[in-house]
Every structure is written in C-alpha cells, then in structure tokens.
C-alpha cells in the first residue's frame, strides 16, 4: 500500500499588474494556514517520503510553511506541476521511486481536486464529490492507494481517507 497526499497551494495574493501568475506570492493569511497545515500533519504522523511541488512561487511558499513542523524532506520541484492537469499528476505519481511510501503533491486547482476524484474508487467518491468540488486553497485529500509500486497507479485504486480543509 502507497499513501498519497494532494495539498492545493495555500492563499495567494491577487495577481498584481505585470506580473505574472506563476509569481503569485502567498498572503500573510496563506502562510498562516499552511504553518497549520503543516502542524496537523505532524501531529497526524503524515510525514512524506517524498514531496513533489510545483515550481510557482505560492506552492513554494507553501511547502516552506509546512517545513516548519514536518522538517526537510526529499523534494522534487517540477514545472510540469504547474497548472498540471489529472493526466499529468498521475504521470508525476507513476514515476516516485518505489522506495518511497507517502508521497505529498503540492499543486494547483483544478489538478489537484480532479486527480484526487480520478483516483477514488466508485464507493468513496460520491461522499467526496462535495469536498472536491469547491477546493479551497490549503486543502488536503489523504487517500491509501491499494497498489504495491507507484507505477501501478491507474483511477479508480485509491481510498478517500480524508479531506483536510483549513480552519
């Protein structure tokens, strides 16, 4: 069994004239809540293996708040994250050495939500669709996926464990 953590990056600021969307920076706000998130990992015993993050400027912001309570971990910054679609995702997914556990993906809306929908099984996803569907930012889905290799990964082999919204 492999565990697989989606996070959507947490709240950015509004993007600014000029500028463009991959430099978005977090809100005071955002990095508030990903410090949180990133404590209720800790005292959830979710820790990472492996962290693969996107190359934008918010996800890692996001990824440096939740550092500090999950400590330094094995990470992979990848601009095929960025705006990455369902497809993508589980690409990036079907190539995590098999030496990792628990995986953390931190990406963007609507990647994230979809592919974590894709991944669930028939019986676990209805309960889930209402969650997914307004994915806020700093969300997280934590689902058990029921194979033995990452690159075994296809829809429909994960279990909904949980859905993390903030507070």
Same mark, same amino acid.
């Given at each position: 069994m492999k565990t697989l953590l989606l996070?959507?990056?947490a709240e950015a600021? $509004?993007?600014a004239n000029g500028q463009e969307d991959h430099d978005r920076a977090l809100s005071p706000s955002g990095k508030t809540v990903a410090g949180?998130? *990133? &404590?209720?990992l800790s005292a959830e015993r979710l820790m990472? !293996?492996?962290i693969l993050c996107s190359t934008s400027v918010r996800t890692r912001e996001t990824l440096a708040a939740l550092s500090e309570s999950i400590g330094e971990r094995d990470t992979r910054f990848e601009k095929k994250l960025y705006c990455a679609p369902a497809g993508e995702l589980l690409a990036q997914v079907n190539g995590i050495d098999e030496r990792h556990s628990v995986a953390l993906i931190i990406a963007h809306n609507p990647g994230i939500p979809r592919f974590a929908s894709l991944l669930m099984s028939s !019986?676990? &996803? /209805?309960?889930?669709?209402? /969650?997914?569907r307004d994915f806020p $930012? /700093? *969300?997280l889905v934590h689902l058990s996926l029921r194979v033995q290799q990452w690159s075994e990964v296809e829809p429909g082999r994960g279990a909904l464990l949980q859905v993390k919204? $903030?507070?």
């Open positions: 996070m959507r990056h600021l $509004p993007q949180a998130v *990133g &404590r209720w990472p !293996d492996i !019986d676990g &996803r /209805a309960d889930a669709n209402a /969650a997914l $930012p /700093a *969300g919204l $903030p507070d």
